[in-house]
């Protein structure tokens, strides 16, 4: 975040940089007995925007996959703090990247839509409102995917909302007019 407020920008670097400083970091506390350690690890990591074992991308998806969540989190972070500017770059970076990445369709989306719907309050529609048209428009893709089956039965209103989308779209039954006959069988 502080790098935000010095470049107004946050990028992939910059989020790769912080993870080499929590790597050092862990090793500092490296004489502790496994239990401090894990806690210190536990306490340097948190709820921040870096993980506790940082992955280590073997491919070009791989790096792509990470983004999009890293977006998520910086959105996340910088709804809890309230910094509005954060927040818009966070969904835009997050919607290029759901554009020319397809985000939908890498492994880890449902841990993408589980992150937005757990790490922010439910009337911040931002990025809920993304993710919900992904799942809508590209749910016969994603309904054998891993994960899937468990955000949606996770989010009810995530669910419902889908529902009720899915029912809209389809033409109403037709109703049998007042003057028809009634027919006795």
């Excluded at 509005?84 to 290029?96: C, H, I, P, T």
């Excluded at 369709?105 to 922010?120: G, L, P, R, W, Y």
Aim: hydrophobic share 35%; proline share 5%; aromatic share 10%.
């Amino acid at each position: 975040m502080v790098h935000y407020f010095y470049h107004f920008d946050y990028s992939p670097d910059a989020l790769e940089r912080l993870r080499q400083t929590t790597k050092h970091t862990n090793i500092m506390v490296s004489d502790a007995s496994e239990k401090s350690r894990a806690t210190a690890k536990f306490l340097m990591t948190g709820n921040s925007i870096v993980p506790a074992d940082p992955p280590t991308p073997s491919s070009e998806l791989a790096a792509q996959e990470n983004h999009i969540i890293e977006h998520a989190k910086v959105f996340a972070m910088a709804v809890k703090y309230q910094v509005d500017g954060l927040r818009r770059l966070a969904v835009s970076k997050f919607k290029d990247a759901v554009e020319e990445d397809e985000a939908w369709i890498h492994d880890n989306f449902a841990q993408v839509v589980s992150t937005i719907f757990t790490s922010t309050p439910e009337d911040v529609k931002d990025l809920r409102d993304v993710a919900e048209e992904l799942l809508y428009t590209h749910f016969d893709d994603l309904k054998h995917k891993d994960g899937i089956e468990d955000v949606l039965c996770s989010f009810p209103r995530l669910t419902y909302t889908l529902l009720k989308r899915k029912s809209e779209k389809q033409s109403p039954a037709a109703t049998p007019s007042k003057n028809m006959r009634r027919h006795r069988w």
